[in-house]
């Protein structure tokens, strides 16, 4: 008898495959198309949906891993195409958009905890699921739309790695505080270790390319291919071990290899794997969507949908000029920067932990269609973002 796993998987893939050669045939990004998917096929009642709900893929830790797969490998190729003499030369300039960033946007966060009469702790909760932008969705949206070497890929790249690394920070103050785990003092210890492990990572990366295009050369792809994956999946296994974003180790990994001579060859042998993954990741966002639970936040997420992305917009607007970009094209970083994703499921995951309250039904049921919302609307803001900056420069003059 077949594994339900693996007849699951094939009923997932297949349904992916499907549904993004229909995008494609209609000219619509598939990320959108990949999250509606899972939503179909998932464990949604199939009364939620007007009946058309199959219940034929349900989450679990087999999808899990596959989709945290995904957000490593998107990361790493986020990071292949980032200079990492560019990201230390532009230093100041990407604190000082990052700065920006966060005081947009997490404002707007606790603004709305407070409009909506939330408490201190789900008020911080909220204000960082609506801060950090998803890189793994906006990734391959700009791998998807070509932007990757325009650009509007730097302002944007530079932004996400800050957001990425606040997170990381912001994760561990807010499990110690909401979990109760641990001292302020343990808490201080967690954070160390996470930038020592980080600033090891950049150390590698900076000094030892020459070792890594030793190590890494080989005549046979499939060698090259299970030495890059090994490295790659068990730094940022290593990474999420201890307390550190997989996204964000996977991403220095990138920049590790991006110093070498291995660029070309990564792209050619390892995109299908991306890609796979990558697909899995934007799925498992759609298994995720408990769509029966969207009716008791309905305001608040309509709300919040509006604000923040005119937060993200501006943030990002603003992003753009700072590095020197013109106005149509700071535009695009702005729209660009629109899509939530996995950091804010992470924090609804960790609010659920907690159990009590808002924390443990209304923020969990929120994210879930925040992101559901957010990520196909920034997708689709950003795949027609050249009309979309049309009308605003007619605005505007």
Not at 53 to 72: K, M, P, Y
Not at 340 to 355: C, H, I, K, N, P
Request: proline share 3%; net charge negative; hydrophobic share 55%.
């Amino acid at each position: 008898m077949a594994d339900p796993l693996l007849v699951q998987f094939g009923i997932a893939v297949t349904a992916i495959a499907l549904i993004g050669a229909l995008a494609s045939r209609i000219g619509l990004s598939v990320i959108p198309a990949y999250i509606v998917v899972g939503i179909l096929v998932g464990p949604n009642p199939p009364t939620a949906i007007g009946g058309v709900s199959l219940r034929l893929v349900q989450t679990g830790e087999f999808i899990d891993l596959l989709a945290e797969l995904g957000i490593v490998f998107l990361l790493f190729f986020l990071g292949l195409e980032f200079s990492l003499q560019q990201l230390v030369s532009n230093r100041d300039r990407l604190v000082k958009v990052g700065l920006v960033d966060l005081g947009i946007n997490f404002l707007l966060g606790l603004g709305l905890g407070v409009l909506f009469g939330f408490s201190w702790l789900e008020t911080f909760f909220l204000a960082g699921i609506v801060y950090i932008s998803s890189s793994a969705v906006i990734t391959k949206s700009l791998i998807d739309q070509g932007w990757i070497a325009n650009a509007e890929s730097e302002p944007i790249l530079g932004t996400l790695v800050f957001e990425d690394i606040f997170i990381a920070v912001y994760l561990a103050l807010l499990s110690a505080v909401a979990l109760g785990e641990g001292t302020p003092t343990d808490a201080a210890i967690s954070i160390g270790v996470s930038i020592a492990f980080l600033v090891l990572l950049v150390g590698v990366a900076w000094y030892g390319s020459e070792y890594v295009e030793r190590l890494f050369r080989t005549d046979s792809n499939e060698l090259f291919l299970l030495r890059v994956t090994g490295i790659t999946v068990l730094i940022a296994g290593t990474a999420l071990a201890m307390g550190i974003s997989e996204a964000v180790a996977a991403f220095f990994v990138g920049t590790m290899f991006s110093q070498t001579d291995h660029v070309s060859r990564i792209e050619q042998v390892l995109s299908p794997t991306r890609d796979l993954f990558a697909a899995v990741f934007f799925f498992s966002i759609g298994l995720a969507t408990d769509i029966t639970l969207l009716a008791d936040v309905l305001a608040l997420l309509g709300i919040a949908v509006v604000l923040t992305t005119c937060g993200k917009f501006v943030s990002g607007t603003f992003s753009g000029r700072s590095y020197g970009l013109d106005r149509t094209r700071s535009f695009r970083v702005g729209l660009g920067m629109v899509p939530r994703g996995e950091f804010s499921l992470v924090l609804s995951t960790l609010a659920m932990s907690v159990g009590t309250g808002a924390l443990g039904e209304l923020i969990p049921a929120f994210t879930v269609g925040y992101v559901l919302i957010m990520s196909i609307l920034g997708t689709l803001l950003i795949q027609h973002a050249d009309r979309v900056t049309d009308t605003l420069e007619t605005a505007f003059t």
